[in-house]
């Protein structure tokens, strides 16, 4: 049994429902799964720079979703040597980025009972330059693809503290005198506070 269908999340179960039970529970299901991908972020971004509790709290409550994205991105980029890992991760947190645009939709946009599928329709309307009033109609099977795949991309993101542990291992072995260096800056050496050396980024190798 999939984390979905623990969660009632069933699509046996939602064709059931009345249709407007079945919208509100569809893009509750949606709002809350973004909740979790968004606290998997914070806690990712957390890994990578050695913030825990209040301090992490403190710094994340203050990013906007696309910007704890973007700090991200750079992070892995600057921190895991991995180059494959590196990789993977960013393009976890492009998907990721991906769903915070459908979350505006969701969570800004009014909806209601689909009359042309089993799911929702949203009344969204755009006007950047021209009044455009577009489709956006999700069945149950689009909802519960797409909630399954925020779940994925939250799992893996919070896998990010193995690779961390790891990264900094190798890096303590890496320097004869690591047991004066540990502790400073983001557990990645002193010297990154004294200015002495700073580590490569990954594509300079």
Do not use: C
């Not at 606290?39 to 696309?66: P, Q, W, Y």
């Not at 892995?76 to 393009?91: I, M, N, T």
């Amino acid at each position: 049994m999939s984390e979905l269908q623990l969660a009632g999340l069933s699509k046996i179960a939602l064709v059931k429902a009345d249709p407007d039970t079945r919208a509100f529970t569809l893009v509750g299901a949606f709002m809350g799964y973004f909740a979790l991908l968004e606290a998997g972020i914070d806690i990712a971004l957390g890994e990578v720079l050695e913030l825990h509790g209040a301090s992490r709290a403190i710094v994340t409550r203050n990013m906007a979703f696309d910007d704890k994205i973007k700090t991200f991105r750079s992070l892995v980029d600057l921190f895991l040597s991995d180059r494959g890992e590196a990789k993977r991760f960013d393009e976890l947190a492009r998907r990721a980025r991906s769903y915070g645009e459908k979350r505006n939709v969701v969570a800004h946009t009014p909806f209601r009972a689909s009359p042309k599928s089993d799911g929702v329709e949203f009344l969204a309307i755009s006007a950047t330059s021209t009044l455009k009033f577009p489709d956006v109609d999700w069945s149950i099977d689009e909802f519960l693809r797409q909630i399954d795949d925020i779940n994925t991309i939250d799992n893996a993101l919070r896998s990010i503290k193995s690779k961390m542990s790891l990264e900094r291992i190798a890096r303590a072995l890496a320097r004869p005198d690591s047991s004066k260096k540990l502790g400073g800056l983001f557990g990645l050496g002193a010297e990154l506070l004294s200015g002495e050396a700073k580590p490569d980024p990954i594509g300079s190798a």
